[in-house]
């Protein structure tokens, strides 16, 4: 298990340049605080930076440009040159394909420098991906692209956290004409079973308590409104109680939500993206942080988006990415601790009794 009291090393992707990832990066380390037990090492082109420190006068937030990321030092903003272009100028405000290649080489050098240990969590600023795809981005977004480079044929799992409450989802960005399709009892065990190892693992929840979402208005209404819940939900709660999950379910989501119920548990299961994330980010919308479950590596990203709208404009709120920041290292930590408490205890007996032959 590693010292709890040496920093953690947080690589942190750039975003989309004409967006507002850099203002919230630069607001977030403008509170010495943040340094307190952290090095932040931020992957982005270093005239895009000063740009943006410029535009939104935030010249009171230095940064240490690094060559490589084994030399940030502590109670820096450290940043690793992306792009040794002689002029990169956003055009705040705009999605652009030539700016987003930024955002590519910004994500994959922070992903190698992780693989390759010189970083040990990975938080990232929001893309467009549109203009992601048509600079030649192969997938859909951050998670599949992590998802391929960490080798795992494993499904994965979009975990939004915050304010007590910790929502995933059965299906992701798929249009809601194909959501019922999609839901199936194998899927539904499957994210169930990630969500639980998360809890456990990620969050330090002994024995966590799950809640699954119905699909239909008021859970099917005994089939009255539509199938899937008593012939697809049902028996994946059914399954998972037998595996000794403690999942229950199927609620009808408005009330769930609408009347507390989601207190009463320690994740939530819905079946599709606006099921979980509409009333998630009416509960915790600006301090709420996207984690990705299931990787073997630990990424976390703020709940909102570019901010095209507002960008510029110097009024976007840093405290979603300053959470994304903070989980990123309280997961870190809490699966050393995981694996520590979970480890075989006689297995260093056992790498010795095989070394001398007994």
């Known amino acids: 298990m590693s010292d709890t009291n040496t920093p953690i090393r947080v690589g942190i992707s750039c975003g989309d340049l004409n967006g507002i990832g850099i203002e919230v ?26 740009y943006h420190r410029k535009a939104l006068k935030l010249e009171e937030v230095q940064f240490l440009r690094v060559n490589d990321a084994r030399e940030a030092l502590p109670k820096k903003l450290n940043l690793v040159n992306t792009s040794e272009e002689e002029e990169v100028e956003p055009e705040l405000g705009k999605p652009s394909s030539a700016l987003a290649a930024h955002a590519i080489s910004s994500l994959e050098a922070a992903t190698q420098d992780l693989a390759s240990g010189k970083v ?64 199936t009892t194998d899927r539904i065990l499957s994210k169930a079973r990630l969500l639980h190892q998360a809890l456990q693992r990620d969050f330090g929840i002994p024995t966590p ?59 939530v299961l819905a079946m599709y993206h606006d099921q979980g994330l509409a009333p998630f980010k009416a509960l915790s919308f600006g301090h709420g942080v996207n984690f990705t479950a299931g990787l073997p590596i630990v990424r976390t990203s703020p709940d909102h988006g570019t901010g095209f709208d507002i960008a510029g404009q110097g009024v976007a709120d840093p405290g979603s990415f300053r959470a994304a920041v903070w989980m990123a290292c309280d997961i870190r930590r809490q699966r050393e601790h995981w694996k520590a408490i979970t480890a075989d205890p006689l297995q260093p007996q056992k790498r010795e009794k095989d070394r001398k032959g007994v």
């Open 209 to 267: 308590r799950i809640a699954l979402l119905g699909l239909n208005p008021h859970a099917g209404d005994s089939g009255a409104l539509g199938s899937e819940d008593r012939e697809r939900i049902v028996p994946a709660v059914r399954k998972l109680n037998e595996e000794g999950i403690l999942a229950a379910g199927p609620y009808a989501a408005d009330g769930f939500f609408g009347n507390g119920s989601y207190k009463h548990f320690d994740g």
């Open 25 to 50: 990066i630069l607001k977030t380390f403008e509170d010495a605080r943040m340094f307190s037990d952290l090095i932040p090492v931020l992957y982005a082109p270093t005239k895009a930076v000063s």
């Open 120 to 183: 040990d969590v990975l938080v990232t600023a929001p893309i467009d991906k549109n203009s992601m795809q048509q600079a030649g981005f192969a997938y859909p977004g951050h998670t599949e692209f992590l998802q391929h480079m960490a080798g795992s044929d494993s499904e994965v799992l979009m975990l939004l956290v915050g304010e007590g409450l910790r929502v995933g989802t059965v299906t992701g960005h798929i249009p809601l004409k194909d959501v019922s399709e999609a839901i």
